[in-house]
């Protein structure tokens, strides 16, 4: 083989490996593109929502009712992010997420739920609980952080204070957003690796794997006993995130005696997602007779 003719092969191989390369791009370019173009429309389609969570916001400001909404779940189950999609257009004067640090010093003397009386609602107002008074029944017994008889007294009189909030007017949503244990996994996996996302990681985070079952038997608990007629318990499953931010749209709408902006819009929750309290409970006992422990 001459000299030229083998310059012709280097060369053609060059371009058959260039084009080769360019095609797996391509297959890169539309698969990115794939997953952005079905992101942007999932984002899309909670807008009639958004829409009528302004209409809702509209309503509670000109009756002068009060409005909260209470986050919980385990880390990583979804809750900041649905707060962010229910929040996204609404008229910031009216509304706060509070989501408090630890207790100082001071508030550590006090009566438990006095620090968050502080950041209950005006007439008109709508305050969300990026987890709430609920710490003292899940992470802080697990973790340590209350004594036995601080969550004893929590337990019998969290129901009273609610019932009081309901009795003089305030809407009260408890959502609980329900993540499996494999999916925490994944999310927290994706933490560690993804450097916009890290500072979500907090050292809780790290053993809530490890506590799974501490968490779990803390939940039973927590529902069997706050679960009332007066505030009752919404339970989200959160492993599709999207799914889990819809139906809790639809079940805040569905709080509130407000005149729906679009009447034809599907305002039932999907049954697959949203559970009462009482079913999962039921749920709950039924996996502890199978399984000898709960599950979910």
């Known amino acids: ?3 030229t003719e083998n310059l012709a092969n280097t ?3 060059e371009l058959i490996n260039e084009n080769k390369q360019l095609k797996e791009n391509n297959v890169k370019l539309k698969k990115g593109n794939s997953k952005a173009v079905k992101k942007y429309k999932l984002e899309q ?3 009639p929502y958004q829409a009528e969570l302004i209409k809702m916001q509209k309503y509670l400001e000109e009756t002068g009712k009060r409005m909260i909404i209470l ?11 649905t707060i962010r999609r229910v929040t996204r257009y609404m008229n910031e004067k ?35 609980f990026d987890r709430s008074w609920y710490n003292r029944s899940m992470v802080e017994p697990v973790f340590g ?5 601080e969550y004893k007294n929590f337990m019998k009189g969290v129901t009273g204070f609610e019932k009081d909030l309901v009795r003089q007017g305030t809407i009260l949503v408890k959502l609980y957003f329900s993540v499996t244990r494999e999916e925490q996994a994944r999310r927290f996996k994706r933490r560690k690796t993804d450097p916009l996302r890290q500072w979500k990681l907090s050292e809780v985070d790290v053993q809530a794997q490890e506590r799974w079952d501490d968490f779990t038997n803390v939940k039973y608990e927590m529902l069997k006993k706050t679960h ?13 995130k999207h799914q889990a931010r819809l139906n809790a749209m639809k079940t805040i709408l569905n709080s509130v005696p407000y005149e729906r902006l679009d009447k034809d819009l599907d305002f039932v929750p999907d049954s697959k997602v949203v559970y009462s309290g009482a079913h999962e409970i039921e749920i709950m006992e039924a996996q502890r007779l199978r399984e000898g422990k709960f599950v979910t």
């Not at 986050?71 to 992010?81: I, L, M, N, P, T």
């Not at 630890?102 to 107002?125: D, R, S």
């Not at 952080?145 to 008889?149: A, G, R």
């Open 71 to 81: 986050f919980e779940g385990r880390d990583a189950s979804g809750k900041g992010g």
């Open 1 to 3: 083989m001459t000299e």
């Open 94 to 128: 009216h509304y706060r997420i509070v989501a408090l640090g630890k207790p100082t010093e001071e508030q550590k003397t006090q009566w438990f739920f006095q620090k968050y009386i502080n950041h209950l609602p005006a007439g008109g107002e709508q305050v969300l």
């Open 228 to 240: 009332t007629a007066a505030a009752p318990w919404t339970i989200i499953r959160s492993n599709d």
């Open 11 to 13: 060369k053609l191989q």
């Open 145 to 149: 952080f209350c004594t036995d008889q």
């Open 45 to 47: 389609s909670l807008k």
